[in-house]
């Protein structure tokens, strides 16, 4: 692992502290008409209205017959499940032919299975992505919406079991290759014998774990990843220790404090107590473990699929900017790892990296010609912006942790600085303004991410017109520009243009 890569790692909570598209106009991948992108900033290189790579405007989702049917269909018929059955059929064999023809091994839930499904090129994913969702829209239908809701409300049994086998420590009670009696388990854990048997039954109802006979239990594939992956209990542990009770406790903010807009008046705070006392970095930098375990759960979920930094990096026209030579700054940027990554591709740009005092403490010493091009500045981003004359101002991962109250006073620390045509680039999740334009996977995550941020900051991940909006709300000459959807990226490139006033004096 890079010491940079570490640094980001151990930095992950401060990082995360502080931290159109109607139907049928812009699908995933493709760009904004050109007449929403005719700023001169947009043509000197911003978010493009032309096809200029390949990642971001060729790929357009394949025709998929049964897309969409079933859900949207008023009236569903016993048609909808023979098409369904007949896709999954038909994207199944596609991808278990590229899987065989390309020596990976079956999926299997079996321990020594592998621990993640392999990466696919662009054409299996999306085989992969119907299969899921067509399995998933065929067992809801066959289901039937009371019987669905009706065990959907007990989704959070789900959370229930991976808790006590996060907190006891189940899967790392026995060996990954051996069997183990309930007896023996508890002995090891510290939980009678009845609770370890329920936990771990239900669990199995989820393949984590598996009976060998009424008494002896083994590991299957997910049980491992619980005894062996130190991230991934991170994750379990701050969703379920941390998110859910907060959670529990969000309509009763919601009641309480209905703009929803301050950080210490989340469902975090009811379920901690610190209603009005601080917000939730305050409350986890009191807490060694709590603090530990969400930098490990932010480095799970930002290490997985669709958040690579390369979508950055190959998706927006660095190149013109290096051409002129620009400044960027990175707000909030914390070590500097964007940057120095693309001051190795760019060797024109220039940068300058803020973030709060201790993480740019933290930030790793640079030689030679990245220390000449790279500054490092402490900078709390709700204080006037000290650079000036910046071409871009970038901001990464940092909107969605703001409720439009603050983000809107992010923003205005911008303006007084800001020369004529410096742009706003937001990477971060983009929501459709619609329902539906993404696979139902997509959708599932980033709904979900949405109503997160809600539960612990009173943030929001924001669409394209909420983005439109806090810029217009923020100052009418700060011009939303265009967004750019990538595919296979989660997170979108927002850009906004200073047309007003030159307060850059450069
Ligand atoms: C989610 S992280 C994003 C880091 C980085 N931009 C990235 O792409 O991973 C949020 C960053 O904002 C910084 N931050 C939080 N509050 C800040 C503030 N008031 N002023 C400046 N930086 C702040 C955090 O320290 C952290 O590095």
Redesign the pocket.
């Known amino acids: 692992m890079s010491t940079i890569r570490k640094l980001q790692n151990r930095?992950s909570l401060?990082?995360?502290?502080?931290?159109f598209t109607r139907k049928n106009s812009v699908k995933s991948g493709q760009i904004r008409p050109s007449s929403v992108l005719s700023t001169p900033a947009a043509q000197a290189g911003g978010v493009e209205s032309t096809n200029n790579n390949n990642a971001s405007t060729t790929q357009v989702s394949p025709p998929l017959t049964t897309r969409r049917s079933a859900t949207t269909s008023t009236k569903p018929s016993t048609s909808d499940l023979i098409s369904l059955a007949a896709t999954i059929t038909r994207e199944t064999e596609k991808l278990d032919k590229y899987m065989k023809e390309n020596g990976n091994p079956a999926p299997s839930f079996d321990v020594d299975a592998p621990m993640d499904f392999p990466k696919l090129p662009a054409d299996m994913k999306k085989a992969r992505e119907e299969i899921v969702r067509a399995t998933k829209e065929l067992g809801d239908l066959v289901t039937g919406p009371r019987e669905g809701l009706r065990w959907m409300a007990w989704d959070h049994n789900n959370s229930l079991s991976l808790q006590a086998i996060y907190h006891f420590k189940i899967a790392k009670s026995f060996p990954i290759h051996e069997t183990a009696t309930y007896e023996q388990i508890s002995k090891a854990v510290g939980l009678d014998e009845v609770n370890v048997r329920r936990f771990m039954r239900h669990a199995m109802t989820n393949r984590i774990f598996r009976e060998v006979n009424p008494d002896v239990v083994a590991h299957t594939a997910a049980s491992r990843v619980l005894a062996e992956d130190p991230v991934i209990n991170d994750w379990i542990g701050f969703c379920t220790d941390d998110i859910l009770p907060a959670a529990a406790n969000v309509t009763r903010a919601l009641t309480e404090y209905p703009s929803a807009s301050e950080p210490t008046q989340t469902g975090f705070q009811l379920a901690n107590n610190t209603t009005n006392v601080e917000p939730m970095f305050v409350t986890f930098g009191k807490s060694p473990l709590r603090a530990k375990r969400m930098s490990g759960a932010m480095a799970s979920l930002t290490g997985g699929e669709g958040y690579e930094l390369s979508y950055l990096l190959d998706n927006y026209d660095w190149a013109s900017l290096n051409a002129s030579k620009a400044t960027i700054v990175?707000?909030?940027?914390?070590i500097g790892f964007?940057c120095i990554d693309l001051a190795k591709r760019y060797p024109d740009l220039k940068f300058v990296v803020?973030?709060?005092p201790k993480?740019i403490d933290s930030a790793p010493k640079l030689e030679g010609d990245l220390a000449q091009r790279i500054t490092f500045q402490a900078?709390?981003?709700?204080s006037p912006q000290p650079v000036k004359n910046a071409d871009v101002y970038l901001f990464?991962?940092?909107f969605h942790?703001h409720s439009d109250k603050y983000a809107s006073k992010i923003l205005s620390a911008l303006i007084p600085s800001m020369k004529k045509g410096a742009r706003v680039l937001i990477n971060d999740h983009c929501l459709r303004d619609g329902f539906g334009e993404e696979s139902m996977w997509d959708e599932k995550i980033i709904r979900t991410m949405d109503l997160v941020m809600l539960t612990l900051l009173n943030a929001t991940e924001r669409s394209e017109r909420q983005y439109k909006t806090l810029f217009e709300n923020t100052h009418k000459d700060l011009k939303f520009a265009g967004v750019k959807r990538i595919e296979g990226c989660r997170m979108s490139i927002v850009e906004a243009v200073w047309e007003g006033e030159d307060y850059g004096g450069a």
């Open positions: 930095l401060s990082s995360w502290s502080n931290s990175d707000v909030g940027g914390s964007v803020q973030d709060l993480t900078h709390d981003f709700f990464r991962w940092i942790n």
